[in-house]
């Protein structure tokens, strides 16, 4: 297969606008956190990074535990399972910028025409408003523009190759599809998708239309839930506390009961609530 | 993590004799932790961390009033001191007793909700309910009360 060095240009202009300058000029010894999904049908690799191996015997479908790697560039090279750093490189992408603080997904995937490319996303690790989840859909396979569907509602539209949409949803499963846009035409599912609180849940469409192997590989990144903003009270004001009466309060409460204010009982039951 | 945990489903205080059952909740349209309408049971926060789970707090939130139901049973919490048992029943699994620590009334506009709400930090129960003065005009209760607990060995 040929090498694609064009995807290097679009792999490192990916990462610059995807992260903000000031994160990498603020701590120039910062570590990024990268993962590497293998997302091309068939061939067992070994991937290299700057000459050393990273990754070695690297089966379709499988998403690496997050690394982390210290910011700079590096020149990342996919071989055949066992062929050597000098190998024949099957994708090949130079002067991938790696930004410090970031954190990213480096996917080996086929574009839409079927060629296998390399393309690096910035995932959104935001924080997310309690009591939701984010979900993160990635175009990966060699197919034509597809919408998502979220119990048959289209909710991303026509995401083409290797586009990302995404969403902050209420947390809860949802039953997604993958049409091609525009129509009814399911291309893969319906699947379960467990949208966490406080975790963006990333799915990659991925594999070939024409082989008829699509497949879903999911991802999920944690921990950027918020918290509650408070804890409510309840409504009733009968367990009001006493103790913050103040003491003209009870003066009140005596001559009521004495019968020389009239409403009496009335006012008393409000001078509490304004204290 | 919450997820594998037995879902909490009764709370039970024997120095104070509060006994009642636990309701998973989330978050309310406020952004609030949910609570349920009834004040005779007691929310848990389900995104957080459960009993079983190795980290975090489990919290607990209750109406202690409701102009609907009346006063409930967390009117007790306020006799609540440090060193009573808490106790946690689960659907599955072993009881998880706790002792408390702390019992403390927090103006609501100065809940930390982040060491609240923690689900990395130590092992905790957090159970909380509304306190101090009410006022009607001015969002009920002002304060929160909460009890403390850490597990016991």
């Given amino acids: 297969m040929a090498v694609r060095r064009a995807t290097a240009l679009t792999a490192a202009g990916l990462l610059l606008v995807g992260v903000p300058a000031a994160t990498a000029q603020a701590r120039p010894a910062a570590t990024a956190t990268v993962s590497v999904l293998h997302a091309v049908p068939g061939a067992t690799v070994d991937v290299y990074a700057n000459g050393k191996v990273l990754l070695s015997n690297f089966k379709p479908g499988t998403l690496t535990d997050p690394v982390k790697l210290p910011e700079g560039s590096y020149d990342l090279k996919v071989t055949a399972a066992g062929a050597g750093a000098k190998g024949k490189a099957v994708i090949e992408a130079d002067d991938v910028k790696v930004p410090g603080g970031a954190n990213i997904t480096v996917v080996a995937h086929l574009n839409a025409s079927g060629t296998p490319v390399l393309t690096p996303y910035v995932n959104d690790v935001s924080k997310v408003a309690a009591g939701k989840g984010r979900l993160t859909v990635r175009h990966d396979a060699a197919a034509p523009a597809v919408d998502i569907r979220a119990g048959g509602t289209p909710v991303f539209k026509g995401l083409a190759n290797p586009k990302e949409a995404k969403a902050d949803l209420p947390a809860g499963t949802v039953k997604a599809d993958v049409v091609l846009a525009g129509t009814k035409t399911v291309a893969i599912g319906p699947a379960d998708v467990n949208v966490k609180e406080g975790t963006n849940t990333i799915v990659y469409a991925w594999g070939s239309a024409g082989d008829k192997n699509l497949k879903l590989a999911v991802q999920t990144l944690s921990g950027l839930h918020h918290n509650p903003s408070g804890v409510p009270g309840g409504t009733g004001g009968q367990a009001a506390q006493n103790d913050s009466v103040p003491v003209w309060a009870w003066g009140l409460a005596v001559l009521a009961a004495i019968g020389v204010v009239g409403f009496g009982t009335l006012r008393l039951a409000r001078v509490p609530a304004r204290s | ?153």
């Fill in chain 2, 1 to 153: 993590m919450a997820a594998q945990s037995p879902t909490p489903a009764r709370l039970v205080v024997p120095a104070v004799g509060l006994d009642l059952p636990i309701a998973a909740t989330g978050v309310a349209e406020d952004g609030q932790m949910a609570l349920p309408p009834d004040p005779r049971t007691i929310g848990w926060y389900r995104y957080g961390s459960g009993p079983g789970d190795r980290v975090g707090s489990v919290v607990l939130g209750g109406h202690v009033d409701s102009r609907e139901f009346g006063a409930g049973p967390l009117v007790r919490l306020r006799k609540v001191r440090r060193g009573d048992v808490v106790e946690v029943r689960s659907t599955a699994g072993p009881v998880v007793r706790y002792r408390v620590v702390e019992v403390r009334d927090i103006p609501k506009k100065k809940l930390a909700v982040g060491y609240l709400f923690d689900r990395a930090g130590p092992r905790r129960l957090q159970v909380v309910t509304c306190g101090g003065p009410y006022d009607a005009g001015n969002g009920g209760y002002r304060d929160n009360l909460v009890v403390t607990a850490d597990p016991m060995p």
